[in-house]
Each structure stands twice: as structure tokens, then as C-alpha cells.
């Protein structure tokens, strides 16, 4: 019962990066343990949360990131897109629901939206409000004002990630600051928004900076209700393409330990294994799982790239006896 105490405190505590770090330090065994045992005291522990996404708006972005097949800067083969219609949008809704996802996601490659860029975007809210979806966008940047007219519209939660450790940031991305991500989250919470908050593992930091970035996350008051915390899809023609080769290489279990530290630090928190997982194995899924995952992205397509096909991920929850949230 130590742990289950211990959990409680923890809850309302502010993480350092040193106590993180202590925990990725732990035997894997121990912090699996630990992690199952918060997991436990706050979730249904053979439950997982299905989100669906959809990119609305592909291709041609103005912004750095880079890790990100989007930017229009990386020649990397990915094709320019206009926005989606909204019917398109509501279609692709009603199918992801009928796969059995309880939340459709809508990605746009702006570094923010202007007025005209938001205002189909609401619609789209509306609409697979209505389907009975819950829904979450993924926009960029936000102005004041502008989350206020997504709360207005039905949005559930806006997804807008810290990505690395700040001390990482700006090797990572230059066209803007850790600050401004910050801002946008607040925004997003003061319109009384979920926040879908998390990062990428595998872009070449440290430990240390790993750890940094579950910190800020935990540290974020209150923590974000959804935490997707996603492995680097390496995409050629990316800055980033080739980060995990050789040394640089990161082992599976410091990503399940990257899991592990989210669901200790965040207990309340929804942990979403979220990008890389077609390029994970179906034993490191698993461990994820154990680790206090409880999230995933469910379809055939993250935005630009592969995700394992609804047939694939119905085969593992059911040899796991998983069953969808
Ligand atoms: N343009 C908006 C923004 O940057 O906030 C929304 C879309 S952006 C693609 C959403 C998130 O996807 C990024 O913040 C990043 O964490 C994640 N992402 C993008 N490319 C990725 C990749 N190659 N591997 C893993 N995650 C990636
Ligand atoms: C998040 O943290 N991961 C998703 C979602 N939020 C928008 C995006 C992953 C993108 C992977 C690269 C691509 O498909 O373009
Ligand atoms: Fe643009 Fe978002 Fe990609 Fe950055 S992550 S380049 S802002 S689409």
C-alpha cells in the first residue's frame, strides 16, 4: 500500500528534473512496478482510449520543426494540401467512429490559423461534435480569442506539444519559442479546453533532457489531461532523419521508461503511445501498455505517415485483453 500513498502525494507535487531522472534511474523492473501500481490506483487497467486522426490541412508549412515532414523548407515528397471540405471531414469522422475511436483529431500544418483559416475549422467542430465524437484540433499557435471560438463550437481538447526539454528546444525548432508553446497552452486552458500536451523521444537528447521534458509536463498546473508522448517517425529529407542511427540510437526501453516516468509524474493524466508505433515491435507496445499507457492512435494514418491498420491493432488488444475505452 507504500506505493498507493506515495502516488496520492505525488499527485499535487512539482516534479524537479533530478527527481524524473531518479525515476528513469530505477532497476526497469522496479519502475514498471511503480508505474502498474499508479496505473492501477487511477484507471481501468485493461482499457485503452482510441483517437482517430485526420490532417485537414497537409503540407507546406511555414515553420522549422525539425522533425516534421510538413515544413515546407524539407524536401520530403509529402504533397501540399488545401484545407478539407467540411463533408469530407464530417465522412471520415462517422467511419473512425464506426471503427470504434471515441475521438477524432484535426491537424493543420500552420504555424497558427488566421480568422478565415478557423472559421471552416469551427464548423468541422460542430459537426463531429455532433456525431457523438469527442474532438480535438491540432492548429499551431493560438491568438487571443481564437480558443475561446473553439470552446464555443464544442472542441473537447487542442493538442499542442512542448516537444523537448527547454535547454533541447532550439536545436529542435527556431521560428518560435518554448514560451510561446506555453502561451498557447494557456490560452487553451483558460477557454476551458482539455490540454493534449507530450513531446517526441528519439531526436537525439539526453537522458537528462528526457526527463526535463516529463518534468515540465508534470509541472504544467494542472498536467495535461491527454499526454501523447510520440516516438520520432524519421522522415527523409528531415533535419532529424537518420537521429536514431548508430550511437545516437535510443533502446526500446528508455521509451518504455519515457512512458513509465509520464504515468508516475502524471497519474490522473490519459498516457498516449502515440507516433512510432509502426516501426515498434508488438512485445514493446505491450510493455508500453504495462508502463500505464492508455491511449493510442487508431487508423491506418497518423498525418503524413503510417500507423499499424485497424486489423493489426484489433489482433493485440485481443491477444492482450485489451478492450477500447
Ligand atoms: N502545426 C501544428 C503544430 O505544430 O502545433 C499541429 C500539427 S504538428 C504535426 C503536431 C505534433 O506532431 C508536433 O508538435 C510533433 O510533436 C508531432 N510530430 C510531427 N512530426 C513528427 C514526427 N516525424 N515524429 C513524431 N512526432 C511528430
Ligand atoms: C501528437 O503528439 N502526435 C500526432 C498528433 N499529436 C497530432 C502527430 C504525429 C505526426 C507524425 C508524423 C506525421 O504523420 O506527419
Ligand atoms: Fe508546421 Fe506543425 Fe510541422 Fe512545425 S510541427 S512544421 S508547425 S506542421
Redesign the pocket.
Known amino acids: 500500500m507504500q506505493a498507493v500513498h506515495l502516488s496520492r502525494r505525488w499527485q499535487t507535487q512539482n516534479w524537479s528534473v533530478a527527481e524524473v531522472e531518479a525515476l528513469f534511474a530505477l532497476p526497469f523492473i522496479d519502475l514498471m512496478f511503480r508505474a502498474q501500481s499508479v496505473h492501477r490506483e487511477y484507471h481501468a487497467a485493461n482499457k485503452i482510449q482510441l483517437s482517430t486522426l485526420l490532417s485537414i490541412k497537409t503540407g507546406g508549412?511555414s515553420?522549422d520543426?525539425g522533425?516534421?515532414?510538413?515544413a515546407a523548407r524539407y524536401q520530403t515528397g509529402v504533397e501540399n494540401e488545401a484545407i478539407l471540405d467540411v463533408a469530407t471531414v464530417v465522412s471520415t469522422a462517422k467511419l473512425s467512429k464506426q471503427n470504434g475511436a471515441s475521438r477524432f483529431c484535426m491537424?493543420?500544418?500552420?504555424r497558427g490559423p488566421k480568422q478565415r483559416d478557423l472559421d471552416p475549422v469551427l464548423e468541422m467542430v460542430r459537426e463531429v461534435k455532433a456525431l457523438g465524437l469527442e474532438t480535438c484540433c491540432?492548429?499551431?499557435m493560438l491568438k487571443d480569442g481564437q480558443a475561446e471560438q473553439l470552446k464555443a463550437a464544442g472542441l473537447d481538447y487542442y493538442?499542442?506539444?512542448l516537444?523537448t526539454a527547454p535547454e533541447k528546444y532550439g536545436d529542435i525548432v527556431t521560428t518560435r519559442e518554448y514560451q510561446d508553446r506555453l502561451d498557447t497552452l494557456d490560452r487553451v486552458r483558460g477557454a476551458g479546453i482539455n490540454v493534449c500536451c507530450g513531446?517526441?523521444v528519439g531526436m537525439g537528447e539526453s537522458r537528462t533532457e528526457r526527463a526535463g521534458l516529463i518534468a515540465q509536463l508534470a509541472s504544467l498546473d494542472p498536467p495535461p489531461e491527454s499526454v501523447p508522448i510520440?516516438?520520432?517517425?524519421?522522415?527523409e529529407g528531415?533535419p532529424?532523419h537518420d537521429q536514431l542511427a548508430g550511437e545516437r540510437a535510443i533502446d526500446w526501453t528508455e521509451f518504455v521508461r519515457t512512458i513509465a516516468a509520464a504515468r508516475i509524474t502524471m497519474p490522473n493524466s490519459f498516457v498516449r503511445l502515440?507516433?512510432?508505433r509502426q516501426e515498434m515491435n508488438e512485445a514493446t507496445q505491450a510493455l508500453c501498455f504495462l508502463a500505464g499507457a492508455n491511449s493510442i492512435f487508431y487508423g491506418e494514418k497518423l498525418?503524413t505517415?503510417g500507423n499499424p491498420d485497424v486489423e493489426r491493432d484489433r489482433a493485440l488488444f485481443s491477444k492482450l485483453g485489451i478492450t477500447p475505452l
Not at 522533425?67 to 510538413?70: D, K
Open positions: 508549412c515553420e520543426c522533425y516534421c515532414p510538413q491537424g493543420a500544418a500552420w491540432t492548429l499551431g493538442n499542442h506539444n516537444d513531446g517526441i510520440n516516438y520520432l517517425v524519421q522522415v528531415t532529424m502515440s507516433a512510432g498525418l505517415t
